[in-house]
């Protein structure tokens, strides 16, 4: 058995660091030594639901492979790789973490190592959103002249898809507070609007080949049936409060998707999938192509005192990316 530090939480934020044990390889697993993670709302969502206090939380990782399965092809010991994992198997907030290599990827070379923590989970959301999903075309200018409005643009998974709708050839306007704006333009959006506005009024006579949301698109909804084309898409990563009016996008034969990143994971179906894309975003952020949504770096290692602070920014909507670097500390 390896000796290993872990920390877990419970629904009220507190962490418990522990001493713990890692049993086993399966021969598709890399255990990677963990440099930095970075905290999602996915997360504080998991953690109101660990009642018992027992789960440890973790889904974006970036890290060293110390050991690797049998069957393992493509990655070597002292590799430095990137991931967002499962909620099948424990998470990044641990000194050593076993993950599939089918779901990770050789980090950017460029990026440090919280500039590329950050990325994982919100690039892989963005990318099978717009991509799998919904069917538009993964290629530098495949969607050339096509409007996307995007809801929530300045969050996790808004900064990043924005560059990726950018590449793809999207027009992309987002809503964001006004203070964001810069933020929002920086990361590829060519119209941004006050997310305090009226969709209606701000579209006028425009609509749009698509509508994604990053935040619960319940109270939206009405008016994204309204602003998005005939035969156009709509889609969300996020679960709604309320049950939606879906006879609204009828009678113009609009498609409505849903994309759950840990789907793939959780239903041991296309996993593979998921480190292509990773491999494919690595590239583009070497090439200068995506840059890193990372807003915040705790820099003191991982460890109960990091980590309560990173679930609070996090928990405050912050725009883009929070991430704690440095390593477990002993």
Excluded at 18 to 30: S, V
Excluded at 188 to 193: T, Y
Excluded at 257 to 263: G, N
Aim: glycine share 10%.
């Amino acid at each position: 058995m390896i000796e290993n530090i872990s920390f877990s939480t419970t629904g009220d934020g507190t962490f418990t660091k522990q001493k713990t044990g890692i049993h086993k390889l399966w021969p598709y697993d890399l255990l990677v030594e963990v440099s930095a993670v970075s905290v999602n709302p996915v997360d504080l969502k998991l953690a109101a639901q660990n009642a018992n206090g027992k789960r440890i939380l973790g889904y974006d990782a970036v890290g060293t492979v110390v050991e690797k399965g049998s069957s393992v092809r493509g990655v070597e010991i002292g590799d430095r790789v990137f991931y967002a994992g499962t909620t099948v198997r424990d998470g990044a907030h641990q000194k050593l973490q076993l993950v599939d290599h089918r779901i990770a990827a050789h980090a950017p070379k460029n990026l440090t190592d919280a500039e590329a923590a950050a990325i994982p989970l919100t690039a892989l959301a963005a990318w099978e959103l717009l991509f799998e999903r919904m069917g538009f075309v993964p290629e530098k200018d495949g969607n050339k002249g096509q409007q996307l409005l995007m809801i929530n643009g300045a969050g996790g998974v808004g900064s990043i898809a924005s560059q990726i709708a950018k590449w793809a050839g999207f027009k992309v306007t987002a809503t964001s507070s006004p203070k964001n704006f810069e933020w929002l333009k920086d990361n590829g959006v060519k119209e941004c609007v006050d997310y305090h506005q009226d969709l209606i009024v701000e579209a006028g006579a425009r609509k749009f080949d698509a509508v994604v949301s990053f935040y619960d698109i319940s109270d939206y909804f009405p008016a994204v049936a309204k602003v998005v084309k005939p035969f156009g898409k709509v889609g969300t990563i996020v679960e709604t409060k309320k049950d939606l009016p879906m006879n609204l996008l009828k009678n113009n034969n609009v498609d409505f998707f849903w994309e759950y990143m840990f789907a793939k994971t959780e239903q041991q179906m296309q996993i593979a999938t998921q480190g292509a894309i990773l491999a494919k975003v690595a590239e583009m952020l070497d090439a200068g192509i995506l840059h890193t949504t990372l807003t915040k770096e705790f820099t003191g290692g991982i460890s109960t005192e990091t980590l309560a602070q990173a679930f609070q920014r996090v928990a405050k909507r912050a725009i883009g990316k929070t991430v704690i670097s440095g390593g477990v500390k002993e």
